[in-house]
């Protein structure tokens, strides 16, 4: 046994001889050690002593005749290599555990403030909602729509001045604009709301809900969707359902109101008429005239959105209801407008009547 040690440290210090050492060992060794003197040359090769020392221990332990070499073997010992796949599996298990010992991150709240801009104006605060008192708070309120209408960025106080005091002088506009601001923080009861920087004002994004911004996100997502994705259609419905109404239905109109207002219609209206063709182009008209029937509450002049409710009414067989159809589009035209249908509503009316 001191021989085959003494060849086994030969081999280490000769490790470019390391496979003729093998067949040597291999031929002058019982057949059953073959596999635990090859590990034991590779662990030798690697410079792993406590490896080498395991499989010299089950080569004596067998030798002794108390066990069989596979007994004896404690496994395949791992190469170096091996082993620090393994030291670094630990290191990472430990770290892991380590993470989870943490207290868990608190998920950001749902914030404070929520706004409806759509359809009418409401907030609430903390979930209460906002009550203006015997005394209306016109100014500081008006100060929030103009910055909701923003979407959340910056817009330079003399802007703001111009805008809500357009006939006061620019030293008697800015000095209101600074009491409209602390007011309105006292109302929103936080002053980090309401941000003044750089003589520019925004909205704390963080702290606010509204439905405007959720609208203009997703619909500017949309308008870069496929219209034939089936996914186009769930999120568009989900999109319409926000819109309950034109931008600050129902207040007081200012003048800077009107262009935002029609801006958004039209990104409303283009959406209604992206999904209507969806449901057009499947032949699902009941789909299609229910999507009109609701955009026409909201919009009576939409002369587009009659003509796809008469499309729909048509390709289902309702021709008398087209017709009907058509004479509401009429007559809400010529009392609200004071124009009539368009030649391409007429003669869409015209081909309903020429069926039998």
């Not at 003729?20 to 596999?35: K, M, T």
């Not at 750089?198 to 509204?210: E, G, I, P």
């Not at 959406?271 to 449901?279: D, I, K, T």
């Amino acid at each position: 046994m001191s021989r085959f040690v003494s060849q086994l440290s030969f081999a280490q210090n000769r490790r470019s001889a390391k496979p003729a050492a093998v067949e040597v060992l291999a031929d002058r060794i019982p057949r059953g050690y073959a596999r635990l003197v090859r590990t034991a040359l590779e662990l030798l090769q690697d410079g792993d002593m406590i490896g080498t020392r395991k499989v010299l221990t089950a080569i004596l332990a067998t030798s002794r005749g108390n066990r069989t070499w596979a007994d004896a073997w404690p496994g395949r010992v791992p190469t170096q290599r091996a082993q620090r796949k393994r030291d670094e599996h630990r290191a990472h298990a430990a770290q892991v555990k380590d993470e989870a010992a943490q207290p868990p991150v608190v998920e950001t709240a749902r914030p404070p403030i929520r706004v409806r801009a759509l359809g009418g104006f409401d907030v609430l605060i903390d979930n209460v909602p906002f009550v203006s008192g015997v005394k209306p708070q016109r100014r500081p309120l008006d100060l929030l729509k103009a910055l909701l209408i923003a979407n959340g960025h910056s817009v330079g106080a003399a802007e703001l001045a111009d805008k809500l005091w357009p006939d006061s002088d620019g030293d008697t506009a800015r000095n209101s604009l600074q009491v409209a601001v602390h007011r309105l923080r006292r109302l929103l009861g936080r002053d980090e709301a309401v941000v003044v920087q750089d003589r520019k004002v925004h909205l704390q994004h963080a702290l606010f809900s509204v439905d405007l911004w959720v609208f203009e996100r997703e619909a500017g997502y949309l308008s870069g969707l496929y219209a034939g994705d089936p996914l186009f259609a769930e999120r568009a419905a989900d999109v319409l359902a926000l819109y309950r109404g034109h931008l600050f239905a129902h207040e007081s109109e200012q003048p800077w109101m009107l262009l935002p207002r029609e801006r958004l219609r039209r990104i409303w209206l283009a959406l209604v008429r992206r999904l209507g063709e969806f449901y057009e182009a499947r032949t699902a008209w009941g789909h299609a005239g229910e999507l009109y029937q609701r955009a026409l509450e909201l919009d009576p002049f939409a002369e587009e959105v009659y003509r796809g409710l008469m499309r729909c009414q048509q390709r289902a067989g309702e021709a008398a209801e087209a017709i009907h159809t058509y004479r509401c589009c009429r007559d809400q035209l010529v009392a609200g407008l004071g124009v009539t249908p368009s030649a391409e509503t007429q003669r869409l009316y015209h081909a309903l009547c020429s069926v039998p």
